[in-house]
C-alpha cells in the first residue's frame, strides 16, 4: 500500500505561482511513478504531469507545458508540482497517484494505482 497526501492548494490571482506536494508513505516511494491529474467540476479527470523515478522522466499535457514542473525528492518521499503563470482555466482539484514504475501509459488515469484525496487549486481572473 502507497498512502498519497496532497498539499499546496489555495486561492491564487491568474499570473501567480503555488507549489504542490505529493507526500507519500508507506512502500519504497522510488519505485513508483507519480502523476498529477485534476478535475474541474463538470468535466472528467485529466492528466496533468507525471514523473518516473528511473532517469526521472517527465510528461506533460500540453496546456501546462512551460509553465509547470513535475520533479520528486525520493529521499522526502515527495512529488512535487510548481505552477507557474496561473490561468483560470487552472482551476480544479488536484490529484496525485502513484504506479509500479515499470507501469507504461503515464498519461492514462486507469493504470494508477494509489490516490490521494486532491487539493483544491483556485485561479481568480
Known amino acids: 500500500q502507497v498512502q498519497l497526501v496532497e498539499s499546496g492548494g489555495r486561492l491564487v490571482q491568474a499570473g501567480g505561482s503555488l507549489r504542490l506536494s505529493c507526500a507519500a508513505a508507506?512502500?519504497?516511494?522510488?519505485?513508483?511513478?507519480v502523476g498529477w491529474f485534476r478535475q474541474a467540476p463538470g468535466t472528467e479527470r485529466e492528466f496533468v504531469a507525471a514523473i518516473y523515478s528511473i532517469s526521472t522522466r517527465t510528461y506533460y499535457t500540453d496546456s501546462v507545458k512551460g509553465r509547470f514542473t513535475i520533479s520528486r525528492d525520493n529521499a522526502k518521499n515527495t512529488v512535487y508540482l510548481q505552477m507557474n503563470s496561473l490561468k483560470p482555466e487552472d482551476t480544479a482539484v488536484y490529484y496525485c497517484?502513484?504506479?509500479?514504475?515499470?507501469?507504461?501509459?503515464?498519461?492514462?488515469?486507469?493504470?494508477?494505482?494509489?490516490w490521494g484525496q486532491g487539493t483544491q487549486v483556485t485561479v481568480s481572473s
Open positions: 508507506g512502500r519504497t516511494f522510488s519505485n513508483y511513478a
Open positions: 497517484a502513484a504506479k509500479p514504475i515499470t507501469t507504461a501509459q503515464p498519461m492514462n488515469a486507469r493504470t494508477y494505482i494509489y
